[in-house]
């Protein structure tokens, strides 16, 4: 029978407790959300809503082709631009998504002939650009520029070096200065994903190469997403002006596929126009998560010291977790659920999200909650 592979597939997850479902979220949540990326608390601000909304009244519902065709309009180049100058690059080139962007950034970045080294605890947006990639594979330990250098140096041409800024599971930095050191060493190019740094890391959210200096670096490359700390949905890569245009030539999921509709373009300006001018909200999403990590701590969970805005505390299995984030959402918190196969070292985790908009009575329902709950 065709797909019935499909059911013994669908078995053995149940019989595991790996089973994934949709649940779809009203728009009035009574939930204290601490599951979602909205880390600074802009996705429904009244500014970020009629930048959609003024955008999808003046360009329309649809970008209507893809980039290179009908797709870009003078809101992309403008949404472009300010991200470049915001970013401290040359250049910015908007994606329908941060998956679309690393696709792009790591398939175009690395041609065959060419070394691809990455990190062992990478997005998988990342792992499935290195697999489209036609490039020679390395994986290397997790944040072990050591790693890098080994890797590196077996191979004579042009590598790639590929690393989260902050990673999705622990909430733990890259050591970014060390990993651009090793690239130096070996001429290597640098690509970060700094999906959960922007908004977040930096001066005033600047990003976590511009924290740690890298920001404007000719053998640097970012990608992020606008679906995170802006609030919005898309994502962009950034870096050297040729690196861009080289990317406009030559990266299928820009290329192939239609623009970001006008309606997250707006949103995401709006978004990014507001933390400029409002640049604390950066460090209070730091903030928050510092205070979520200390009191979880202090009441004996297992938490992983948070580099950015995500707190991770460890599930005894993947049954329990999945038990203790539906009790939590039964007591009215919302969090995230990380279990494998989605975990790259097999562990189970509660995952938090620190916004910046979260209140101390937030923040102490949250623990008390999580506390209450604990299998």
Known sequence: ????????????????????????????????????????????????????????????????????????????????????????????????????????????????GSLLVSDAGNHASLIDGCRL???????????????????L?????????????????DGDAAPLPELAAACREFGAGLLVDDAHGLGVLGDGGRGAPYAAGLA?????????TLSKSLGSQGGAVLGPARVIDHLVNAARTFIFD??????????????????????????RAREVAGELHARLTAAGHEAVRPDAAVVSVRAP????AVRWAADCRAAQVAVGCFRPPSVPDGISRLRL??????????????????????P
Do not use: C
């Open 353 to 374: 999200t620190a916004r910046a908009d979260l209140t101390e009575a937030q923040i102490a329902q949250a623990v008390r909650v999580i506390g209450e709950t604990r």
């Open 1 to 112: 029978m065709a797909f019935g592979w499909i059911d013994e597939q669908a078995a053995a997850r149940r019989r595991a407790g790996l089973v994934r479902t949709l649940r779809p979220r009203p728009a009035d949540s009574p939930l204290l959300d601490l599951a979602s990326n909205d880390y600074l608390g802009l996705a429904r601000h009244p500014e970020v809503t009629e930048g959609a909304a003024r955008a999808a009244r003046t360009w329309g519902g649809g970008a209507t082709g893809s980039r290179l065709v009908t797709g870009s309009t003078e809101l992309h180049a403008e949404l472009e631009r300010e991200l470049a100058a915001f970013y401290g690059v040359e250049a910015a080139l908007v994606f329908s998504s941060g998956y679309a962007a690393n696709l792009a950034a790591v398939t175009a970045l690395a041609p065959h």
């Open 133 to 151: 990639a036609r490039a020679e594979r390395q994986v290397v330990g997790h944040a072990d520029p050591d790693g890098v250098r080994k890797a």
């Open 153 to 169: 140096r077996t191979h004579e041409g042009p590598a790639l070096v590929v690393s989260d800024s902050v990673f999705s599971v």
């Open 317 to 320: 299995s993947p049954q329990d």
């Open 216 to 224: 404007g670096a000719a053998d640097v490359v970012a990608t992020a």
């Open 258 to 283: 239609t623009g970001l509709a006008p309606a997250a373009v707006g949103a995401a300006l709006a978004a990014l126009r507001l933390l400029r001018r409002e640049p604390e909200r950066a460090a």
